[in-house]
């Protein structure tokens, strides 16, 4: 790996940049699919008004001046009961799927690793398949709001993440050789468990045949349709405490890009550290993954896109991979509402550009990418 941690790229400001799309996208995304006669007879800025009036008027404390209602009924409901919360989740799912990726990367040092490249994804996968296949989670209902939606939803959760670490844990068991990480081995353990950890979830559903069998085949593939606040508030407190608690160890990833050797001289607990934050990277990649599917290559694609605008230091590494991966995703699911009429599920168009990206990674003639 390259050193050079301290170059300085003006992070604050590429920083600053993806919030401010970030938020564009957010609320251009809120106006994609709103077709009432009401929305459709106004301008853009008068129809991005009006859909900023009912996100307020449902938000606690703020929404008083707003609770006379300025449009119907089903524009409400297709804003605050539908896109809001899909929108949401999107950038939830891509900022955990990217800073996840960052400290994979760090963890196994080389820009090939991620959570779906090394097999976390599946494993999550395959415990959140078997938590639908025998109904673990029976009685939650999709109606349940806040602190009830959380943890109506942690047997999936836990069973994703159960899955998703013992795939990682064993995929980094077959690569480490002689206190270094093999990059072929870890490829080809990484890709093949997580072959058979979807092929185990698939043979599950085929044997099983849960109620919603369509459903959770197509929720394997990634996709955000039909899902409401629930899962953010699934998502949304992982993604709070995990990536916060990754953040607090940005210097001790800075280090290790130096080598474990070096790493422990600078006294560093490197066996400690590596755990902790292997067990907080698969944590986020698992609740997303049982939240809503497999999507691919967001951890690979994200991170090595910020760390080439940004740099290597993961003290603004993280909030670029965070900002950029929640802003790729809430793009792929505008262009999968507006192109594909909202069938399509988000893990094909994640797929079809990673593919190239991690071809590109392969036949790359450089030995060094950070």
């Not at 097999?119 to 959140?128: C, F, K, M, N, W």
């Not at 899962?231 to 990536?243: E, K, N, Q, S």
């Not at 890009?257 to 001289?265: D, F, N, S």
Request: one cysteine or more.
């Amino acid at each position: 790996m390259a050193h050079q941690v301290g170059r300085n790229k003006h992070p604050r400001r590429w920083i600053a940049l993806l919030a401010a799309g970030v938020l564009i996208c957010f609320l251009g995304s809120l106006l994609i699919g709103v077709r009432t006669e009401e929305f459709s007879k106004k301008g853009i800025l008068a129809r991005m008004a009006g859909t900023c009036r009912i996100i307020l008027r449902h938000i606690p404390l703020l929404g008083k001046p707003f609770e006379t209602p300025t449009c119907d009924e089903t524009t409400d409901l297709i804003v605050w009961g539908i896109r809001t919360p899909r929108i949401i989740l999107a950038f939830l799912v891509g900022a955990s799927l990217s800073v996840a990726g960052a400290v994979m990367q760090a963890f196994f040092q080389n820009p090939m690793a991620s959570p779906y490249i090394v097999g976390v994804s599946s494993g999550a996968a395959l415990g959140a398949t078997v938590a639908f296949a025998f109904d673990v989670n029976a009685g939650s209902g999709d109606g349940a709001r806040g602190l009830l939606a959380f943890l109506n939803n942690q047997p999936i959760a836990l069973l994703a993440f159960v899955g998703a670490l013992g795939v990682t844990l064993v995929v980094y068991l077959l690569s480490r050789r002689g206190g270094k990480i093999h990059l072929p081995t870890l490829l080809l353990a990484g890709i093949a468990l997580g072959t058979l950890a979807l092929s185990a979830a698939w043979f599950i559903l085929f044997w099983r045949r849960p109620y919603d069998y369509e459903g959770i085949i197509f929720w394997l593939m990634g996709s955000f349709n039909g899902k409401g606040w629930p899962r953010v508030a699934m998502v949304f407190p992982y993604v709070l405490l995990g990536v916060g608690f990754i953040l607090s160890f940005s210097r001790e990833l800075n280090i290790l890009l130096l080598g474990e050797e070096t790493a422990q001289h600078l006294g560093v607990r490197v066996e400690r550290v590596k755990l902790l934050l292997l067990v907080a990277s698969t944590i986020l990649a698992a609740v997303c993954v049982a939240a809503v599917g497999v999507i691919g290559f967001v951890g690979l694609v994200v991170p090595h896109l910020m760390r080439l605008i940004v740099g290597p230091d993961h003290r603004a590494l993280i909030p670029a991979s965070l900002l950029g991966g929640g802003l790729l995703l809430m793009l792929a699911d505008a262009a999968a509402r507006t192109l594909f009429q909202e069938m399509i599920p988000i893990g094909v168009i994640t797929s079809m550009v990673g593919c190239p990206f991690f071809l590109y990674l392969l036949t790359r003639k450089e030995k060094r990418f950070f």
